[in-house]
């Protein structure tokens, strides 16, 4: 008789520890990355959804150390591959909670958890977006968000945050589901955020749209 196989756990119900050497673990990422060219609203990459990471080797590895190198180059607090025009769902982060606490690290294959109707407590504070350039706009979200993924080994990962970090993990996973913030704004609302980007000039260097 077989022995009965185990199931593999897939989803993490422990949040990781992303709060730790934050200093030294964004600077060793960095690094060994290289800064690329910001993709914009407009370019097909943004505006669909993202390939599933399938394999944890030293590809993913180097390309989550170009993207801190990127998003550092950009000023950003969080970036998705798709951002620096790549089709797989990975997005990193470097970012603030609500209490000044910095949390930084990477989710591969990230699902953002339904909240509860007493969890969701909107916050409508101002968002931009690196592919967005120079525009900002309020955006009511929720101020507590879990994200379920994987880390660049494979391992399942929690990740939970509050404030602007709970903004930002909900920012990058809609990004790697082909959503940019300004799709949840008002017609009126992302004409004016679009008229901002229009007539801003980037910091960064950005993928000109064709
Ligand atoms: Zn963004």
Redesign the pocket.
Known sequence: MAQQQQVDEQVSTEFVVDTEDCEARELAYRERGTARPITVVGNPVLHRECKDVTEFDDALASLIDDMFASQKAAEGV?L?AN?IGVDLKVFVYDCPDDDGVRHTGVVINPVLDELPADRRVLDDSNEG???VPTAYAELARPDYAVVRGQDAQGKAIAVQGTGYFARCLQ?ETD?LYGR??IDRLSKRERKAALKQMEEGTPRYETVPND
Do not use: K
């Open positions: 969080g998705a951002q977006c690196l592919s920012h990004h940019l913030y």
